[in-house]
C-alpha cells in the first residue's frame, strides 16, 4: 500500500512558476513510475508528465518546456517543477503511483493522492 500526499498548490499570475511536491509512504517508492494529472472543471483528467523508477520521463506537448518531473528516491518524493504558467494550466493536479508499463494512461496507476488545486490567473 502506498499513501501519497500532495502539496504546493495555490493561485499564481501567468506567467509565475509553482513547484508541486509528492510524498509517498512506502519502502517502495524507488520501484514505482510516478506521474502527475490534471484534472479541470467539466473534463477529464489528463496526463501532465511521468518519470519511471529508472528516471526516464515523459510530458504532454501542452506542458514540454515548462514543467519538469524529478524525484528523490531518499526522501519518497516526486516534484512538478511548473514554468511559463498559462490560465489553461488551472487545474486539480493529482500525484499517482505505479508499476513498471503506467505511463500515460491514469488506469495503469494504481495509487492516487487527494489533489492540490493551481489556479492561474490572467
Known amino acids: 500500500q502506498v499513501q501519497l500526499v500532495e502539496s504546493g498548490g495555490g493561485l499564481v499570475k501567468a506567467g509565475d512558476s509553482l513547484r508541486l511536491s509528492c510524498a509517498a509512504s512506502?519502502?517502495?517508492?524507488?520501484?514505482?513510475?510516478m506521474g502527475w494529472f490534471r484534472q479541470a472543471p467539466g473534463k477529464e483528467r489528463e496526463f501532465v508528465t511521468t518519470?519511471?523508477?529508472?528516471?526516464?520521463?515523459y510530458y504532454a506537448d501542452s506542458v514540454k518546456g515548462r514543467f519538469t518531473i524529478s524525484r528523490d528516491n531518499a526522501k519518497n518524493t516526486v516534484y512538478l517543477q511548473m514554468n511559463s504558467l498559462k490560465p489553461e494550466d488551472t487545474a486539480v493536479y493529482y500525484c499517482?503511483?505505479?508499476?513498471?508499463?503506467?505511463?500515460?494512461?491514469?488506469?495503469?496507476?494504481?495509487?492516487w493522492g487527494q489533489g492540490t488545486q493551481v489556479t492561474v490567473s490572467s
Open positions: 518519470i519511471t523508477w529508472s528516471g526516464n520521463k
Open positions: 512506502g519502502r517502495t517508492f524507488s520501484s514505482y513510475n
Open positions: 499517482a503511483a505505479g508499476p513498471m508499463y503506467a505511463e500515460v494512461l491514469p488506469r495503469h496507476y494504481d495509487y
